[in-house]
């Protein structure tokens, strides 16, 4: 079974607006950790912001933000003021705590900025 | 600040070749991965090592070997190439696992095409 899914292949965004990225996952385990990742057309995979399922509020890092709704399985990326750098797929991942080593990734989101 | 570095950046090999990835982190990390990206299905994994002298099996282990000799180096090993290892390759290095934010670093990728 798909353990993360991101439902959103491709997304188009405005620059200056904000854009949300979807992702819902599936666990049995209490204790799991949640991330997203950028990964621009030069390749490179770059960490953007992390949610631990204890966490009470919202993970923010600058204009990112992780919008967690526990009881709804989803943790969707919010990027504010969009600019055209943020031009990239975006990948969600979880780490489960039974399972710590290894980082389940969805298939990934394709964000274009327009100017 | 190197941090994750693959070698090559990019291969093109004939069915039947073999060839070795090289993977060097810097950051003095237990946990190191080899994953590959395929379209549409994110990032899989390969193989993982824990520590310096053990490796251990992910999700899509066969056709490839690793080693972990030493604790900074992780090699991804491919016997005998097949046209359906055309993919691109990423090493990842992170903290000893649990629950706190440890992040897994990536290298920049090596894409690998077998004819």
């Known amino acids: 079974a798909q353990k993360i899914t991101q439902t959103q292949p491709g997304m188009f965004v405005q620059e200056k607006e904000a854009v949300t990225l979807d992702c819902t996952y599936d666990?049995?385990?209490?204790?799991?950790?949640l991330f997203w990742y950028k990964q621009p057309s030069s390749g490179e995979m770059i960490f953007l912001i992390y949610q631990g399922s204890y966490d009470e509020q919202n993970a923010t890092e600058g204009r990112y933000s992780l919008n967690f709704q526990k009881a709804r399985k989803s943790a969707n990326l919010v990027i504010s003021a969009s600019q055209l750098g943020d031009s990239a797929m975006y990948f969600c991942a979880m780490r489960e705590a039974f399972n710590d080593y290894k980082l389940s990734f969805g298939a990934g989101t394709t964000v274009t900025v327009r100017a | 600040n190197a941090g994750v570095t693959q070698t090559p950046k990019f291969r093109v090999l004939k069915t039947g070749q073999s060839m070795t990835l090289l993977c060097a982190q810097d950051?003095?990390?237990?946990?190191m991965y080899w994953y590959r990206q395929d379209p549409g299905m994110g990032l899989r994994l390969i193989h993982y090592s824990v520590g310096e002298g053990t490796t251990a099996k992910g999700e899509v282990p066969d056709g490839y070997n690793v080693s972990r000799l030493k604790k900074q180096n992780f090699l991804l090993g491919l016997e005998s190439a097949a046209p359906s290892q055309t993919s691109v390759y990423f090493c990842?290095?992170?903290?000893?696992?649990?629950?706190?934010?440890?992040?897994?670093?990536f290298g920049a990728g090596t894409r690998l095409s077998v004819l």
């Open positions: 666990t049995s385990d209490q204790s799991y950790g």
């Open positions: 950051m003095n990390h237990e946990y």
């Open positions: 990842a290095a992170g903290r000893v696992g649990g629950l706190a934010k440890n992040i897994q670093y």
